[in-house]
């Protein structure tokens, strides 16, 4: 018999103004890299990335997003899957973070209603440059009721954390299983939610 | 008689100043001359005379010289401008259809090869089609991985799987968790493929 490498598969989605460094975010927490040159994201890519938590396998399918409004009608088609929602703004862009009601919005009008998301004020790295004080990240966050952090996908500062993070909190939305279940069931019926179990005659 | 005079030079003192040619002007010279001839022989006063009339003749010659070279200046200037007009009003007339279509549009130049020049809803598709084969790419990768490696190890190992349904479902809205347990249908055929050939 065969089983999956991973027990559970979460959609996770980057959005935001563009420039803010989504693609930069994934890219440290996906292959632990840094790449300066701006390239700006056709579209919508994805990349994948399997973490564990609480002895669970647990493979991230994660959506980057162009930023650009030009774009608008493609990656709202994607919010819909999402099971979590970063939304990344640039602390030395005040645009970038007058913007998030209207990134909020967007969440509100196309993903669903009970989707996780978390806010993220990348570029910490360049304190010099800052023009959005933490504590008024802290403070949006709070009034829409979503987690915060701080980060630097150059100076790889909390990206690994926010992403696990924001994993753990759909775990704990996800129904529970039977404890054991890391030999799986693989009598074809499954049926457990969120569990992924194939049989091999 | 007709002939000879709409010839004869006493016509021109007839013409309108604004048609005066310096033709018309030597006309005129040569009728004042002709009668000044009639009373030259009176006396030094009239040849005096004579002189101040040659001299005033010189004047209008070159008046008249000058106005007519103006005029036709001012005629090859505006027929010139004419043209250019014409020319522009061609031009920009596209330009003007252009404009009417309202202040949302754009206009494009079919010169330029960046242009824009596919849909959204194509380069949707092509993005969709991207991503599918690069999700496919990645579980073969994996499963090549696991051949070479872990499978021929362990009997046990485990297979991979990745949810190659990386597009957002459209229209009809399935919950997540169904999405999950909808998954391995479809992947059955290349996993037990690659996992009964390996046990053989």
Known sequence: M????????????????????????????SDDAFNTTFISTIGIDFKIKTVELQGKKIKLQIWDTAG????????????????????????????????????????????????????????CDMDDKRVVPKAKGEQIAREHGIRFFETSAKANISIEKAFLTLAEDILKKTPVKEPNSENVDISGGGGVTGWKSKCCS | MESLNESSPALAFEKDAFELTVEDVYDISYVIGRDLLKISNTGEEVSDLQFKIVRVLEMFETLVNKYNLSLEEVKMERDNLKSELDRI????????????????????????????????????????????????????????????????????QAMVEVDLEPLPRSEQFTETTHEIEDGPKEEKSTISKLFSFRRK
């Open chain 1, 68 to 123: 650009q409004e030009r774009f608008h009608t493609i990656t709202t088609s994607y919010y819909r899957g999402a099971m979590g929602i970063m939304l990344v703004y640039d602390i030395t862009n005040t645009k970038s973070f007058e913007n998030i009601s209207k990134w909020l919005r967007n969440i509100d009008e196309h993903a669903n209603e009970d989707v996780e998301r978390m806010l993220l004020g990348n570029k």
């Open chain 2, 89 to 156: 009003l061609s031009e920009s007339s596209a330009g003007q259809e252009a404009q009417t279509l309202g202040p949302d549009k754009l206009v494009v130049d079919l010169k330029d090869p960046n242009r824009p020049r596919f849909t959204m809803q194509e380069l949707k598709e092509v993005l969709q089609e991207r991503n599918q084969l690069k999700a496919q790419l990645l579980v073969t990768q994996e499963e090549l991985q696991l051949y070479k490696s872990g499978m021929l190890l362990h009997g046990e």
């Open chain 1, 2 to 29: 065969a089983k999956k490498t991973y027990d559970l598969l979460f959609k996770l989605l980057l959005i935001g103004d563009s420039g803010v460094g989504k693609t930069c975010v994934l890219f440290r927490f």
